[in-house]
């Protein structure tokens, strides 16, 4: 007797491929394995024989080779219409069942993984006639009802591991295979193809330009269902006079520019426990925590970046985590209308280097890297030169504030907020009540304000808040028909590819004034404040605790504390914690112990996430996340997601929603109407830029 093989199915309606996707699979799988096919057409007794044709296949052929022995077997003889021939398959190390019911009921116990295979109805009609006219023709709806039948009973895809779209094209069995490699239940036997995914090589090209990062990105990726630009949109030097950078203006020296096109291309969407990966016309489905399923993808070495690249990023994932990952650090497990976290795996990207005014292509080895290359290079030669306030050009009509174009359909976006102005005060008594019983030290309570409009341009509104409100973490994030628009200024936490940790958060806010000597009597009652340097410090601490976790012991220091960082509408109160990771340490884990930015929770961290989740009432989603990447050489740089507009697709009545997350800390000294006035103040920047009030 052999060892127990690993058993995939390939189910799917007739007309689907399957038998094709199996044979070409198998051909894959058997540079590294012994591999054993099975065809379930094979086994049906005749064209009624559906319901029968599952429970031989279970019972004669899959129980046997799910021990690892012989499978005997009677054919089905399709020209005569009786039972044919006894036959054996035997084991191997993988076994590949396909057909009509192959990943049906009876049999998903005895399978390690079930591939279901999509195509559309008229497609695969024409394909199965094709195939098989003379013979199937005058069969195909008997057979199709048995399907449909079948399928209404037990909604095979609905519990398939991974779902491929077999255009016929070529592209499905590489797919297939790369989804596979993500199934916790195959990470054994196929390691092989696990270590191909990992021996990656990075090319490069280093062009001398400075062009406008909004110009290029349109040309590059303005057609692309997933793309992200990670836009430090402030001016990276001279902003502390000559020879010295302010540290918001050091951290915007880079912005990353990409999508999930190419060979490497893949978008992860991970909600309540699922990870969802696509990879080309293949999905698969990994249950179980994002952050454990983060480990198995990211943290290693696996590239070098190119000699003399001054950036951490070397390809890599790219995106958002939203605030309800915190039920896998602590917190309580709320459901969010918005992904949990969305990213794209990059596998060629722009990097623009603002300091050097250099831009940089990068492109894991592949068939078409040289391809993109090139037309990367021509869409940097074409773009016009950055310039402005804020280190870009934007042409008049995209210029333009959304409010314009919102006046010309005669309204602006009317928000509402999931609070009135009653009502939160009434929590930061209640808040404050936590406190005075000693549950908390600090509570970080937010609100949201939502509104539905017919139609809204997220492109339009991203570019006039970057003008608006330039900041070093400012972002772009498109998924689909949800799309991420923040023009942060807070650093959540760096690790750099050498294990150097960083987190900068900020606590304490002011409205920037016209006025030369208001805004300067603003700043100064920031600097002075005792209430928010107290609310600094506990983060600060909190900070500390949590990079502890992972740091070489006696590493943490805090290099800045409480000093004022000023933006276009606000100054903040902004503190350093360094530590070194100590060598080894998982870096998914690492970042899960920071998670969710202390800045947005308040201390301690757990008891406060309760609090915050009985106050509030409803979920945060993208809003008090993080925002950045996880590169290829074990890097990660996050910004906490505030300053934030989240722009959905498909509301009611086919509106377009958007939210807005604000919100500010709570501590015993806090007075109501000034914690309102803060949350006023954080919302100003994107409101205005809307044209839109603050919600009464």
Not at 540 to 555: I, K, T
Not at 649 to 665: P, Q, T, Y
Request: net charge negative; glycine share 10%.
């Amino acid at each position: 007797m052999t060892p127990v093989p690993v058993i995939i199915a390939i189910d799917g309606r007739s007309g689907a491929g399957k038998t094709t996707l199996a044979i070409e699979l198998a051909a894959r799988l058997r540079n590294h394995h012994k591999v054993s096919l099975f065809h379930l057409e094979d086994i049906y007794p005749g064209w009624h024989g559906l319901s029968a044709g599952i429970e031989r296949y279970v019972t004669t052929v899959l129980a046997p080779l799910s021990r690892g022995e012989a499978a005997t077997w009677v054919s089905w003889d399709w020209k005569n219409h009786n039972d044919g021939e006894p036959r054996v398959t035997l084991p191997a190390e993988i076994v590949i069942v396909e057909g009509v019911g192959a990943g049906a009921a009876a049999a998903r116990p005895l399978l390690d993984a079930v591939i279901w295979a999509d195509s559309p109805d008229g497609e695969r009609r024409s394909r199965a006639l094709a195939r098989d006219g003379e013979t199937y023709g005058p069969f195909w709806d008997q057979w199709a009802g048995q399907e449909a039948e079948l399928l209404a009973a037990d909604d095979i895809p609905q519990h398939a591991h991974v779902r491929v779209l077999n255009r016929a094209d070529g592209t499905a069995p590489a797919d297939a295979l790369q989804a596979l490699t993500y199934l916790p239940a195959l990470t054994t036997a196929l390691v092989p193809e696990l270590s191909s995914r990992r021996g990656l090589r990075l090319v490069s090209e280093r062009i001398d330009a400075g062009p406008d990062p909004a110009a290029l990105f349109q040309a590059l990726y303005g057609t692309s269902p997933n793309a992200v630009w990670l836009d430090s949109s402030l001016r990276s030097a001279g902003a502390a006079g000559p020879g010295r950078e302010t540290p918001a203006a050091a951290r915007s020296r880079f912005s990353i520019l990409a999508d999930d096109g190419g060979t490497f291309g893949q978008s992860v969407l991970h909600s309540s426990g699922i990870t969802r990966i696509t990879a080309g016309c293949a999905t698969a489905n990994v249950s179980g925590p994002f952050f454990r399923w983060m480990e198995t993808v990211w943290g290693r070495r696996a590239v070098r970046g190119p000699e003399d690249y001054p950036c951490e990023f070397a390809l890599g994932w790219l995106g958002y985590l939203g605030y309800e990952l915190k039920r896998e650090t602590g917190g309580r497990d709320v459901r969010s209308d918005t992904p949990d976290a969305a990213l794209v795996f990059a596998g060629r990207g722009v990097v623009l280097d603002h300091t050097d005014n250099t831009v940089w292509l990068l492109a894991l080895d592949a068939p078409d890297a040289a391809d993109w290359l090139g037309r990367a290079r021509d869409a940097v030669t074409a773009a016009p030169e950055a310039g402005g306030s804020n280190g870009v050009v934007l042409p008049a009509a995209q210029a333009a504030a959304p409010t314009q174009k919102a006046a010309a359909q005669n309204a602006a976006p009317a928000f509402a907020g999931r609070d009135s102005e009653a009502s939160y005060k009434r929590k930061i008594a209640d808040a404050q009540h936590q406190i005075a019983e000693g549950n908390s030290y600090e509570v970080c309570l937010t609100t949201t304000l939502e509104a539905a409009v017919r139609a809204l341009d997220p492109w339009a509104a991203y570019l006039a808040l970057r003008r608006r409100n330039p900041a070093p973490f400012a972002s772009y994030l498109r998924f689909g028909g949800l799309t991420v628009a923040s023009t942060s200024p807070e650093r959540f936490l760096r690790i750099a590819s050498d294990g150097g940790m960083r987190a900068e958060p900020i606590k304490g806010t002011r409205r920037r004034a016209a006025d030369p000597d208001t805004d300067a009597a603003l700043r100064h009652d920031l600097a002075t404040s005792l209430k928010d340097r107290a609310e600094n410090i506990m983060i600060v601490d909190l900070l500390r605790n949590d990079l502890s976790h992972f740091a070489e012991p006696g590493s943490v220091t805090v290099s800045r504390l409480c000093e004022i960082e000023s933006y276009a509408t606000v100054h903040q109160l902004v503190s350093t914690i360094d530590a070194v990771l100590l060598p080894g340490s998982p870096r998914a884990e690492a970042v899960a112990a920071c998670f969710p930015a202390g800045s947005m929770t308040g201390a301690p961290k757990i008891s406060t996430m309760a609090i915050l989740d009985r106050l509030e009432e409803g979920p945060r989603g993208v809003y008090s996340g993080a925002i950045g990447y996880f590169s290829l050489n074990g890097a990660t740089d996050l910004a906490v997601a505030i300053r934030t507009l989240v722009v959905q697709d498909g509301g009611e009545g086919g509106k377009v929603r958007l939210s807005l997350g604000v919100g500010g800390a709570i501590t015993a000294d806090s007075v109501a109407q000034d914690e309102y006035e803060e949350i006023r103040t954080k919302a100003y920047g994107v409101l205005s830029t809307l044209g839109s009030p603050f919600p009464n």
